[in-house]
């Protein structure tokens, strides 16, 4: 006598059916699994850590026979240039191996899609925003000298500084040839703050700039609002596009492997100390000579 399941049924003549289509069961299951994935990529509480950051997919595994072989990097940054994202999770990342023998190895999380597309005085185009899981594991100061102003030559505080600097040439330096093709450059309207009297405790203005090929969040980008930075609508007329990353809107993800690292916002108040993002996940300010806090190198691809 035939035996059958109880997703099966046998009909009169002894044929047994199945109640269930396998493909479909499969197909559903597939989707239940990304929709999982997704939902703890976004709450901060991802399947897989490193030092204390949830990760997504692997975009070089998950996506490898459409990568095929073609540099992940590149695959990703034609992917953004097109503005197709389909597919694409926050969280899910890829492996910047660095020409540095000391550090070898960053895994860089998609941060955002078309974070700043369409704004600038020069519109930007299409572009997928990167962040690195971890810190880079050495400390640099955001002001060798001190100082959270700009100067007469450049007069926006971040331009102006040593890390901008650090990250647009040591840090850049480091990178493969072929993630620093996929660097986009944008055009933000972020705060100046310098004047020929004498140094500034908040800022005085905004202007249309180049953010750079490797950059500083900023705080509004972090946290979503302005917290120790000058008020967006006070005397100083400071403006900017910055909105915040979603991969940083559950308030958990700032946290980057446990250490203090630096925003790119001038604190108000204050003509020295600059916007940071603790080991403990809150907003705080520094001293921008404090020689104990850790850059997070950023990008836009496209």
């Known amino acids: 006598m035939a035996t059958y399941d109880l997703h099966q049924f046998k009909d009169q003549e002894g044929n047994i059916y199945n109640f269930t289509d396998d493909d479909a069961q499969a197909t559903a299951d597939a989707a239940s699994d990304n929709a999982e994935a997704t939902r703890r990529t976004a709450n901060g509480i991802g399947l897989t850590y490193a030092t204390y950051v949830p990760l997504g997919r692997n975009l070089a595994t998950v ?8 540099d992940p990097i590149t695959w990703l940054k034609n992917r953004a240039a097109a503005g197709n994202f389909e597919g694409l999770q926050i969280g899910d990342y890829l492996t910047c191996t660095l020409n540095n023998t000391a550090h070898t190895a960053m895994n860089y999380q998609i941060a955002g899609f078309d974070q700043y597309y369409g704004v600038g005085d020069t519109i930007n185009g299409h572009m997928i925003t990167l962040v ?78 180049n953010l750079g090929k490797v950059w500083a969040p900023s705080e509004i980008e972090v946290w979503g609002s302005v917290r120790l930075g000058t008020p967006h609508n006070g005397e100083t007329l400071m403006a900017n596009t910055d909105r915040q990353l979603p991969i940083f809107a559950n308030g958990r993800t700032p946290i980057r492997s446990r250490h203090t690292w630096w925003e790119r916002c001038s604190a108000s108040g204050s003509s020295s100390h600059v916007g940071t993002c603790t080991n403990g996940g809150f907003s705080n300010c520094n001293s921008a000579s404090n020689d104990g806090i850790r850059p997070l190198p950023c990008f836009h691809i496209g």
Request: charged share 20%; no cysteine; glycine share 8%.
């Open 63 to 70: 996506f490898a026979s459409e990568i095929g072989s073609t």
């Open 132 to 209: 690195p899981a971890i810190v880079y594991p050495e400390n640099v100061k955001y002001n060798d000298a001190g100082g959270n102003n700009g100067t007469a030559d450049e007069t926006s505080p971040w331009l102006a500084s040593d890390l901008y600097d650090w990250m647009n040439t040591t840090f850049y330096n480091y990178l493969p040839a072929a993630w620093k093709s996929a660097l986009k450059d944008i055009r933000i309207y972020n705060p100046i703050r310098h004047s020929a009297s004498g140094t500034l405790t908040d800022d005085n203005g905004g202007k249309w700039m």
